[in-house]
Nanobody
Framework: QVQLVESGGGLVQTGGSLRLSCAAS????????MGWFRQAPGKEREFVAA????????VSADSVKGRFSISRNNAKNTGYLQMNSLKVEDTAVYYC????????????????WGQGTQVTVSS
C-alpha cells in the first residue's frame, strides 16, 4: 500500500508558475512509476505526465509539453510537477498516482491515488 499526498496547488495568474509535490509513504516509493493527472469541472480525468521508477524516462501530454516537467527524488519519497507558463485551461484538480504496470497515460495503470490539489489560473 502506498499513500500519496499532493501539495503546492493554489491561485496563479496566466503565465505564472507552480510546483506541485507528491509525498509518498508506505511501500518503497522507488519501486513505482509515478504519474500526474488532472480533472477540470465537468471533464474526464486527463493524463498530464509520468516518470519511471528511476527518473530516467518521462512522458507528457502534448498540451503541456515544453511547459510542465515531471521529476522525482526517491531519497525523499517525493515526486514533483513543475508547471510554467500556466494557462487558464490548466485550471483543474491535479492528482498524483503510483503504479507498477508501466509509465503510460491510462489511469488504469495506476494503483494508488492522492486526494488532489486545486490549481486555478486566472486571466
Amino acid at each position: 500500500q502506498v499513500q500519496l499526498v499532493e501539495s503546492g496547488g493554489g491561485l496563479v495568474q496566466t503565465g505564472g508558475s507552480l510546483r506541485l509535490s507528491c509525498a509518498a509513504s508506505g511501500r518503497t516509493f522507488s519501486q513505482y512509476v509515478m504519474g500526474w493527472f488532472r480533472q477540470a469541472p465537468g471533464k474526464e480525468r486527463e493524463f498530464v505526465a509520468a516518470i519511471d521508477w528511476s527518473g530516467g524516462n518521462t512522458v507528457s501530454a502534448d498540451s503541456v509539453k515544453g511547459r510542465f516537467s515531471i521529476s522525482r527524488n526517491n531519497a525523499k519519497n517525493t515526486g514533483y510537477l513543475q508547471m510554467n507558463s500556466l494557462k487558464v485551461e490548466d485550471t483543474a484538480v491535479y492528482y498524483c498516482a503510483a503504479g507498477s504496470r508501466g509509465s503510460g497515460s491510462s489511469p488504469l495503470l495506476y494503483n494508488y491515488w492522492g486526494q488532489g490539489t486545486q490549481v486555478t489560473v486566472s486571466s
